[in-house]
């Protein structure tokens, strides 16, 4: 076993009683790995959408100031009455950070399956990965091609697993076709080739020309500007043309799901020989799947009684879904790391960077396009 230092540098967020959040860097004890389970030095770790929803919850980010615990830097931000409300759970607690990564096994247990992955460079998932090093079991590692860059690994899980997770959904539910909102993110242009490649009709939903110009780069058949003056009228001719019945929603508050589940109604009520007054028997469902606005979801019943608005989340997905269809799933990542699911980054920052108040603000921004790597 590889000799690891006393000492672990990890990101934690703690909600305070008194109604402040503090986002910080703490020198934690090394864990020692049980039989089963790997010690894997942190490479590289993406910072998600899904990450700052822990990170940074319902605080107030412009209001952050940086602060100095124990002589490591991080940040206070106040915390709105109900924000407080809403992060009641988690007051005290003193949480880390990081839903996956990429990284070096250094060390492992004794079970042969831990001791198989030492010198190897892994993906993994499993929370706490905004650190040095992250003590983890080995089934929740995935072993990489020699010759993967830290950068390729780093986003192994949450955006490719997702957008293969939205295909298998589509199968499993027998839907033909998808609509996909904010789909010029990372996870919308892996959705895009994917679709290409099995010939799974996509309606994609952007907010910008330049968004359009984007996705129609890379192969994307259907792009749609959700800020065009006849943007429904386009969205309800594509889910006709389509059959696209199917929908995940990212962005999860204001209109947006409303107006796929109304378009959804209006390209279904064109194929009915006779009116009903509880609209078309056609099933709609959109899964909002982020939360990339905190607002409420608005919704125009104007779609009928035969639809739904839910959550998905890739980790009771895969639960459902079982071990056979999540095999295929990661052997396809494996095999496509470099091209249909590369990921790129915008910025690439140390733990350190991570914690100042600029750079947080900056990355919890979400803006398209912009993502950030930590490089620990």
Not at 129 to 146: E, G, W
Request: hydrophobic share 45%; charged share 20%.
């Amino acid at each position: 076993m590889t000799d690891l230092p006393a000492t672990n540098r990890t990101m934690l967020t703690e909600v305070k009683p008194e109604g402040v959040l503090e986002l910080y860097l703490a020198d934690l004890p090394m864990p020692t790995p049980k039989d089963h389970e790997v010690v894997v030095k942190v490479q590289a770790t993406p910072i998600n959408p899904s990450d700052l929803g822990l990170m940074v919850g319902a605080a107030d980010v412009t209001s952050a100031r940086a602060i100095e615990r124990d002589g490591l830097p991080g940040i206070s931000m106040n915390v709105p009455e109900a924000g407080m409300r809403f992060m009641a759970g988690r007051i005290g607690q003193a949480l880390p950070i990081g839903n996956e990564g990429c990284g070096l096994v250094v060390a492992a247990g004794a079970a042969p399956e831990a001791q198989a992955l030492i010198g190897k460079t892994v993906a993994l998932i499993g929370g706490e990965i905004y650190a040095q090093y992250r003590c983890l079991a080995a089934q929740m590692c995935m072993p990489l091609p020699d010759g993967t860059s830290p950068e390729d690994g780093a986003s192994c899980f949450v955006n490719p697993l997702t957008s293969l997770g939205f295909v298998e959904t589509m199968k499993l539910e027998g839907y033909k076709a998808i609509v996909h909102a904010a789909a010029a993110s990372n996870l919308g242009q892996m959705l895009v080739k994917i679709c290409k490649a099995d010939g799974i009709p996509l309606v994609n939903i952007v907010r910008s020309e330049e968004q359009v110009a984007l996705l129609k780069g890379i192969g994307a058949d259907i792009v749609l500007n959700s800020n065009d003056e006849d943007f429904v009228e386009k969205l309800t001719a594509a889910i006709a043309e389509t059959e696209a019945f199917l929908g995940f929603d990212p962005i999860g508050g204001g209109k947006l799901s409303g107006q796929i589940l109304g378009a959804m109604e209006a390209a279904a009520v064109r194929r009915m020989s006779a009116y009903s007054r509880y609209g078309s028997d056609q099933m709609k469902q959109v899964y909002i799947y982020g939360a990339l606005d905190v607002g409420p979801t608005i919704l125009n019943r104007n779609f009928g009684l035969t639809w739904s608005l839910s959550g998905w989340l890739l980790t009771p997905f895969m639960a459902k879904a079982g071990p056979e269809i999540v095999g295929r799933m990661r052997a396809r990542v494996a095999a496509e790391l470099t091209t249909t699911f590369k990921s790129h980054y915008s910025h690439q920052v140390s733990l350190e960077q991570a914690v100042d108040v600029a750079t947080l603000q900056a990355y919890n921004a979400k803006r398209t396009g912009e993502k950030y790597l930590i490089r620990p």
